[in-house]
């Protein structure tokens, strides 16, 4: 079955910019017919759709993040990629990726990598 | 502040049943039948337990269903088991430029 593994680095500092990828195995993402998308979670809060993008590279962001916001596909690797620019202490939050239909449901889901924002 | 309203805590013993709502507007929940509801465990990912508001993706136990009515959605536990004490959160499409909005989450307490 489909897995989701999101990786990269747990320490951003303020203004700089948070990069995660997630990688998928057990199907393709050139596939078509899904969405591939990232979505957040606060400590201790709940649930904020950042954005998704399909496998052919068009792509669509939550407005409150859209100014600061790319989401990247690479094929070749059955990988897609999330970059955050400008990032503060309310970016701290767990990262998930997660395969799903647009505007529809999220499964699944990867483990979640927790990104925090220090200097 | 989420855009769809559900209860803070729920609770529930085991073999009872219960219900959490997730109400929103026509713009989402009333207007579409694009409602899911996610099951997250402490530490761990949502797990996709409903989804098109009524339906079951494969292995999620039969005790859990969805239903809709006007501008709220509910999801019904029935037959409660320890397993199922978690955190709840539904989720709808809207047709605002936001796209998809999640409720705040309902922890669900098995006494």
């Known amino acids: 079955q489909v897995q989701l593994q999101e990786s990269g680095p747990g320490l951003v500092k303020p203004s700089q910019t948070l990069s995660l990828t997630c990688t998928v195995s057990?199907?393709?993402?050139?596939?078509?017919?899904?969405?591939w998308s990232w979505i957040r979670q606060h400590p201790g809060k709940g649930l904020e759709w950042i954005g998704y993008?399909?496998?052919?590279?068009?792509?669509y962001y939550n407005p409150s993040l859209k100014s600061r916001v790319t989401i990247s596909v690479d094929t070749s690797k059955n990988q897609f990629s999330l970059k955050l620019s400008s990032v503060t202490a309310a970016d701290t939050a767990v990262y998930y990726c997660?395969?799903?239909?647009?505007?529809?449901?999220?499964?699944?889901w990867g483990q979640g990598t927790l990104v925090t924002v220090s200097s | 502040q989420s855009a769809l309203t559900q209860p803070a805590s729920v609770s529930g013993s085991p073999g009872q049943s219960i219900t959490i709502s997730c109400t929103g507007t026509?713009?989402?929940?009333?207007?579409?039948?694009?409602v899911s509801w996610y099951q997250q465990h402490p530490g761990k990912a949502p797990k996709l337990m409903i989804y098109?508001?009524?339906n079951r993706p494969s292995g999620v136990p039969d005790r859990f269903s969805g239903s809709k009515s006007g501008n709220t959605a509910s999801l019904t536990i029935s037959g409660l088991q320890a397993e199922d004490e978690a955190d709840y959160y539904c989720s709808s499409y809207t047709s605002s430029s936001t796209l998809v909005v999640f409720g705040g989450g309902t922890k669900l307490t098995v006494l």
């Open positions: 997660a395969r799903g239909r647009t505007g529809d449901w999220f499964d699944p």
């Open positions: 993008i399909y496998y052919s590279g068009s792509t």
């Open positions: 026509s713009s989402d929940v009333g207007g579409y039948n694009y």
């Open positions: 057990g199907g393709s993402i050139s596939s078509g017919g899904y969405y």
């Open positions: 098109e508001v009524s």
